[in-house]
Structures are given as structure tokens and as C-alpha cells.
């Protein structure tokens, strides 16, 4: 068990990636708390992600989130999934600067089985395949820069996943 006030693990990575289910599973596996930042703004606000992103525009959505991401480095003691978008936010960047942060990896043909692709994703509701690629792109190199461990998920069960990470947090420790 963990005592301090800090996360024990923030993870990031592209929608697809497993954030939320390899996160929990995680979370589990180390007996401490799992918080999803994309459902503590949904929870806050009384709405979908989607929702606000319609109603009050992307930046209005991005300024919840660094909000939200900065209280939850700051006071969460178990295992933090991001939003994969959070992390191109300078200030997010630099919350998360001295912190284990999990990059979780993934290719198109798994994030599209995970995701579905289905319009649920605001930034992904037109052309998905390409959206989700361009975006990749443009946000891998962050996505790197902020990462202490780097976890491939393409093709893997997340009893394989949550166990790669444990052994990277206990070497870490």
C-alpha cells in the first residue's frame, strides 16, 4: 500500500490505448485507487466529455482538464489515466514533470478494436482512421518526453500489460 499523497503511476497515451482498463487493472494489482480524469470532469460537470466539447468548445473542455489533471497529480495516491490529450498542455507537462508516468503505446488496427471508432470521441467524430493517425503523429513525441517507462499494448492482454508495468514500478522504487 502506498502512503504518499502522490500517484504511484500517471498513465498516457492515444484514445485506443487502454488508459482507463489497464489503469484500473493496475490499480488493483498494487491494492490502491484508480482515478480517471476524463470521468472525474464528466462526474464534475454532470456531462459527457462529448457534450462539452459541443457546448463549450474545446478550449473551455482543455481548461477542465489541466485543472483537473493538476488536482489529481497533486492528490491522488494511487494510479491516474489521463486524457490522451492532456499532456500537449504545457502547464500539464510540467505537473507531471518528476512523476512515474506510464506511456501506453498502441497502433491503429488495436486502438481502432478498442475504441470502435464509433463518434463517441469528439476529436475523432469525422474521419477517424486518419484523425487517429494525424494525431498520433503529432502527439507521440510528446507523449515520449513525458514518459519514464514506455509500454507497448498492441496485441496484448492487460494481465501482460499491468504486469510489465509492475515490474518497471518496482524497479523504479
Known amino acids: ?3 504518499e499523497s502522490r500517484p504511484v503511476a500517471v498513465l498516457v497515451g492515444p484514445p485506443g490505448a487502454g488508459k482507463s482498463t489497464i489503469g484500473q487493472a493496475l490499480a488493483d494489482a498494487l491494492g490502491v485507487a484508480f482515478h480517471d480524469t476524463d470521468t472525474a470532469i464528466e ?3 454532470g456531462c459527457s466529455i462529448s ?3 459541443v ?9 477542465l482538464e489541466r485543472a483537473e489533471v493538476a488536482r489529481a497529480v497533486a492528490s491522488e495516491p494511487g494510479v491516474v489515466a489521463l486524457g490522451g490529450g492532456a499532456p500537449m498542455d504545457a502547464d500539464t507537462r510540467e505537473v507531471l ?3 512515474v508516468v506510464v506511456f501506453l503505446d498502441v497502433g491503429i488496427a488495436d ?11 469528439p476529436l475523432l467524430a469525422i474521419n477517424p482512421r486518419a484523425t487517429w493517425t494525424r494525431m498520433m503523429n503529432e502527439r507521440r ?3 515520449e518526453a513525458v514518459a519514464t517507462v514506455r509500454v507497448d499494448t498492441a496485441g496484448r492482454d492487460v494481465a501482460d500489460v499491468v504486469a510489465e508495468i509492475v515490474e518497471h ?3 523504479a522504487r
Open 1 to 3: 500500500m502506498v502512503s
Open 43 to 45: 462526474s464534475e460537470q
Open 51 to 53: 457534450d462539452i466539447f
Open 55 to 63: 457546448l463549450d468548445g474545446e478550449p473551455a473542455f482543455r481548461a
Open 97 to 99: 514533470a518528476g512523476h
Open 111 to 121: 486502438a481502432a478494436k478498442r475504441v470502435g471508432f464509433d463518434g463517441s470521441r
Open 141 to 143: 513525441p510528446t507523449y
Open 169 to 171: 514500478l518496482g524497479a
